[in-house]
């Protein structure tokens, strides 16, 4: 201790100083902490400012369209509805019983209590993986499902070509390209033997490419030797007879494409589409690539002897046509056919029920649902378990000494009482499913889709897809669409908050 | 009949508790508590009784003897272990991973250290009401109900007919009659222990645990819980923990006095107030320490 | 003092005979069953992590199988290069530069803000303040990423070239920037959670000493909370670098060496979202690096992650 007349040591800072430091500071951070403020208001402000005058009601209800001016958000916004309610059917029940385990069923002896706490850990890693590598995931396992149940796209890009010396080619599509198209034979029935078998006459430029290290065999086509192309989504929905046999004006050709072009009309010889986004397009009937998102219910071949033989599958051989109808088949000369017409609808879902399914899952909803709740899992896994944990001892000391099993302990008490804290967590999840864009992207792609989801098996579109689709458009027009796509959005979103900072709200006043 | 004078008694040893508990206890002892206390049947048997939680051992070999239809109370200074060995009893200790326990502990010929035994068919004859209140977040019909329909399926006037009686007998149905359907956490403290008494007698049980019924509830609250619980004594099997030594004196017939895990005294509650063995005993009786 | 009706005599024994009872062997059934159930709910999201990791390794071997690529040339090599030209080049570090750049941007502007930010609700604003700031970082946290890069693209960059800083129309600037404000959030809730749990004594033994809020805060509060707030940065990093949506929108898809934000780059996601936007064939080489890029970017993440919930439990474990 310093006696009264020693010197005290060091240099006394001036009281003044500190304090204006302190204010300073203060005012600093008010300062940064208003940035916060400040970045919300003009992200707010900026878009809709740009995108107010694009909203109305019409917005709403219009598919998309390549014109601004026409395009609408209906498909996106259904596309979300149906991903988000199956990824919450999905992903609530796995979330909130992985949480009750965790959380309930305390780990009796090393290996358990080990493989408890890896469970944990893991869950916690799980949440910091970057969706995009959920796509990834999604893509391998359930849109392919490792390919070990045959090509998802299967259905839509089954790719058929006559070539001009009268050479069928049936491959899936690898690549469609202005000047070439590639297509992949290998894992067809018959489609390798075919391509392996197939003797080329001189004169016609075919090229089979073969990828080394692999089993696959791309065989290009040019379009010139080509007669005609088309996707089918079915071995037993041959469209392309559309196109190779009917005379151009009769064709009865859906009116909604996807991928390529909304179909506009067909002249002889060409034909016209709506592309998303090259614009408008026309196409040489010789050179037509469809990729049809209907099914094909029933066939009608129309026969030189003005016969009208309809059926509701078909195979096709190379100089015949088999027409099945009620279990009888019919086997048709490719000569005798004058023209064919498909009947489709667009109603896929009209008898397939809502949660019809078709392994691999390909771009499906269900796909896309079950990759976000991948995502959105281990958010719901770990707010259940704080609504979980916040339910007093007590209850379940009551619980057990009356007698409750353990699940008569959690369905009875635990649950009930936690429920308001699961429902807020869910509420976040779910507005976190909606917001995201990454994974789907992947496991989608973006599609030019113009109908709504009828059953999981649908392909979708979905809001943030769409905002990112419009906002990558070199064309400016579609910055005004995008923001307007994004107030939509966050519109739903803040909604959603609010109801979860209600529930939250309610249920604190009912635990008073 | 044991208390052919009760309600006097009662009223009598309320008013005197209130000044003087111990010097009440002999008076008690010679009015009311007869030497059939150690004639009753044996209901838990307890021999060299040991209990841990991992490697701290929180009951250290005791041994002694429950009777039936009569009211033990554990006595001792906090943390002595009345807690843990009260919760072994019906194996609420079962949540605890780390609690293991050795010896013998016999409910009516049960083993109930078994680990393969049913612990729910346990805890259905033994009930167990805790310190503080814990109704559960529903209607106070719902908290009676909670027990026997998770055993047995009823029609709707079966169960009414005994929720109305457990309440009854919890001494609880006459203030709840009107508002059965309401939230059991709208109660008072006292009014919610009876209700969880309510609730644990509803199910059926012989044997009652409670670990310190009264000490979140104010004096009267108090009292009249101590009340309900003589009344219960004539049905059931009771086995209570208390801080309180002029409760144990109050209300048990048979006073076991723990201190640091291991049973030091137990005995008729007039003989261990009275005139107690062991110098710890006498001491803590006394309120010298603890 | 009220008296109860004291008559043991009155009432009649519970009758407990009453309904039927429930049978044994369907509880437990039941219970088993649920166990089952249950167990089988937490063993999913075990056998995500699995497949995760399965898939990312199996699709990664198949691609370093491939002819023309060689892991030599994935790590040693600087030109990525994998659609254009005759030759493709397999050099990861471009697209590696790129996220850094974007990440580095990013964490300049959300880690000082985030934490200023959190000092400020947690020590000094009133209640008031609060109850503005709070929801405004949750709307924040809340929104979209997609809606992040779109006003990257069209308000910040437009906004840096108003303002005179020369950027390319696709840059890593103005994509970092966006990244920062989405990862805000998420520095300033975690580091305030951090700085709420030291003990209110420390603050008040700081006092004690006559130490201004500022002293208190800065020299007591901040390095007791400092491995809660170091895992917040940690886990603010883990999340920039995986984000995709932003970047794809605003960084361009130019992948290059550059250390100069003002330019084009290519993050390992943009990449990702470029190639499963349909650019390659399924089965070409470009569309296999693409898991090789993703295996990369998991590893880089999940080590982040892991590191910050390492150094956040040890916070938690200090002060419990
Ligand atoms: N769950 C537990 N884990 C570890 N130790 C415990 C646990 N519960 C109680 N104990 C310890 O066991 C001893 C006895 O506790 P308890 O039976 O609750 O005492 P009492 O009820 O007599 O106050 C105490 O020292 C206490 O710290
Ligand atoms: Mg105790």
């Not at chain 1, 071995?235 to 009769?250: Q, S, V």
Request: neutral net charge; contains cysteine; hydrophobic residues 45%.
């Amino acid at each position: 201790m310093s006696g009264p007349d020693e010197p005290l040591l060091g240099r006394e800072k001036p009281a003044w100083r500190r304090r204006l430091i302190d204010r300073l500071f203060v005012i600093g951070c008010v300062a940064s902490a208003f940035v916060s403020v400040l970045i919300l208001v003009v992200l707010l402000g900026s878009i809709v400012v740009r995108g107010w005058g694009h909203l109305d009601w019409a917005f709403l209800n219009h598919y998309p369209s390549r014109n601004a001016a026409d395009a609408g958000l209906k498909a996106a916004l259904w596309g979300t509805i149906w991903l988000c309610a199956t990824c919450m059917i999905l992903a609530l029940p796995l979330g909130v019983g992985a949480a009750i385990l965790l959380e309930e069923y305390a780990p009796k002896g090393l290996w358990a209590r080990r493989a408890h706490s890896f469970v944990e850990l893991n869950i916690r890693n799980l949440a910091g993986v970057p969706s995009i590598v959920y796509g990834i995931i999604g893509l391998t396992v359930f849109v392919r499902c490792f390919g070990l149940l045959g090509n998802p796209n299967q259905y839509d890009q089954m790719i058929r070509a006559t070539l001009a010396n009268g050479v069928v080619v049936q491959g899936m599509l690898v690549e469609d390209r202005p000047e070439s198209v590639v297509i992949d034979v290998t894992g067809v029935d018959g489609g390798a033997a075919q391509a392996e078998g197939m003797s080329w006459p001189t004169g016609v430029e075919v090229s089979l490419a073969l990828v080394q290290g692999e089993t696959e065999k791309l065989l290009s086509a040019k379009p010139g030797e080509a007669v005609s192309f088309s996707i089918r989504r079915d071995y037993n929905l041959p469209l392309d007879l559309a196109f190779a046999l009917a005379p151009a004006e009769e064709w009865e050709t859906p009116s909604v494409l996807k991928v390529d072009g909304v179909f506009r009309e067909s002249r002889p010889g060409l034909l016209v589409l709506n592309d998303p986004m090259e614009g408008r397009m026309e196409v040489p009937t010789t050179t037509v690539l469809v990729r049809e998102s209907f099914a094909v219910r029933t066939h009608e071949f129309y026969l030189r002897s003005n016969e009208v033989v309809r059926g509701d599958s078909l195979s096709i051989g190379e100089k015949s046509a088999t027409l099945v109808s009620g279990g009888r088949a019919r086997t048709i000369n490719r000569d005798d056919i004058q023209g064919y017409r498909s009947i489709g609808s667009l109603a896929i879902g009209q008898e397939e029920s809502f949660f019809y399914v078709r392994l691999p899952l390909g771009g499906s909803v269900l796909a896309g649902a079950l990759t976000l709740m991948l995502v959105i899992l281990p958010v719901v896994i770990i707010s259940s378990q704080e609504a979980i944990r916040a339910v007093p001892k007590s209850l379940r000391e009551g619980a057990f000494a009356a007698g409750a099993t353990r699940w008569q302990m959690v369905s009875r008490m635990v649950l009930p009482s936690a429920m308001p804290g699961i429902m807020t967590g869910a509420i976040l999840a779910m507005s976190r499913a909606i917001g995201e864009a990454a994974p789907l992207l992947v496991v989608g792609g973006f599609l030019f889709i113009t109908f709504t989801p009828t059953n999981v098996m649908s392909d979708f579109a979905a809001m943030p897809l769409q905002i990112y689709q419009w906002a990558s458009r070199p064309q400016p027009e579609f910055y005004g669409v995008a923001a307007a796509g994004i107030i939509v959005l966050v519109a739903v979103l803040l909604g959603f908050n609010a109801a979860a900072i209600l529930i939250r709200q309610k249920f604190q006043k009912h635990t008073r | 009949m044991r208390h052919a004078d009760a309600p006097s008694l009662l009223k009598e040893s309320r008013e005197s508790a209130a000044l003087n508990p111990l010097a009440n206890v002999a008076r008690l002892g010679v009015a009311g508590q007869a030497d059939s206390t150690t004639r009753a049947p044996v209901a838990l048997t307890v021999r060299d009784f040991s209990a841990w939680y991992g490697s701290f051992q929180a009951i250290k070999s005791v041994s002694f003897e429950v009777r039936t239809k009569r009211v033990t109370a554990l006595i001792g200074p906090s943390g002595c272990g009345k807690s843990t060995f009260l919760r072994w009893i019906n194996r609420m200790n079962d949540m605890v991973a780390s609690a293991r326990a050795e010896g013998t502990l016999n409910l009516h010929g049960i083993d109930l250290l078994d680990q393969r035994m049913d612990v729910v068919d346990l805890r259905r004859r033994v009930g167990m009401v805790f310190q503080k209140p814990n109704p559960f977040p529903k209607s106070i019909y719902d908290n009676i109900a909670f027990g026997p329909r998770l055993h047995r399926s009823f029609r709707r006037a079966e169960l009414d007919r005994l929720v109305e009686q457990s309440l009854r007998h919890a001494a609880l149905w006459e203030e709840v009659k009107d508002r059965l359907h309401d939230s059991a956490l709208g109660l008072s403290g006292g009014q919610q222990q009876r209700l969880c008494i309510a609730r644990a007698i509803a199910v059926g049980p012989e044997v009652l645990l409670m670990d310190e019924p009264c000490s979140a509830l104010d004096p009267q609250a108090t009292l009249r819980i101590e009340d309900l619980i003589r009344q219960l004594r004539s049905e059931y099997t009771i086995v209570i923990v208390t801080h309180n030594m002029q409760q144990a004196a109050r209300i048990s017939d048979v006073t076991a006095f723990f201190y640091e895990g291991a049973l030091i005294e137990a005995g008729r509650t007039i003989d261990l107030f009275t005139k107690p063995q062991k110098k710890q005993t006498e001491e803590y009786v006394t309120g010298r320490f603890g | 003092m009220t008296t109860i009706q004291a008559q043991p005599g009155a009432l009649l024994p519970l009758d407990h005979s009453a309904g039927r009872e429930r049978s044994r062997t369907l509880r437990r059934f039941r219970e088993a069953f649920m166990t089952a159930a249950l167990m089988a709910c937490a063993i999913f999201s075990t056998l995500t992590t699995f497949a995760i990791i399965g898939v990312l390794l199996e699709e990664t071997r198949r691609f370093f199988t491939m002819p023309d690529v060689s892991p030599g040339e994935f790590f040693l090599t600087a030109t990525w290069q994998p659609l254009l030209g005759a030759e493709k080049h397999f050099g990861v570090w471009p697209l590696v530069c790129g996220t850094m750049l974007v990440t580095g941007v990013s964490a300049l502007l959300a880690l000082p803000l985030g934490l200023i930010t959190a000092i400020y609700l947690s020590e000094y604003a009133p209640r008031g303040l609060r109850a503005v700031l709070k929801p405004v970082l949750e709307i924040l946290a809340g929104i979209p990423t997609v809606v992040y890069g779109f006003f990257a693209l069209t308000f910040i960059t437009p906004a840096l070239l108003g303002a005179g800083v020369e950027v390319d129309s696709y840059n890593a600037l103005s994509a970092g920037l966006a990244v920062g404000i989405m990862t805000l959030p998420i520095v300033c809730s975690l580091s305030e959670d951090a700085l709420q749990a030291v003990p209110r004594s420390l603050r008040e033994g700081a006092y004690a000493c006559g130490g201004t809020r500022l002293d208190v805060s800065l020299r007591v509060v901040v390095p007791a909370a400092l491995s809660g707030i170091i895992a917040s940065f940690l886990l603010a990093i883990a999340r920039a670098i995986g984000e995709t949506m932003i970047v794809a929108l605003a960084a361009g898809g130019l992948a290059q060496l550059t250390a100069d934000p003002r330019d084009q780059v290519q993050t390992m996601t943009g990449y990702m979202v470029q190639i499963f936007l349909g650019d390659a064939s399924a089965a070409g080489v470009e569309y296999r690096s693409s898991y090789a890029v993703a295996f990369m970017l998991f590893l880089m993440t999940l080590v982040v992650t892991i590191v910050g919930y390492r150094i956040m439990r040890r916070y938690r474990e200090e002060y419990q």
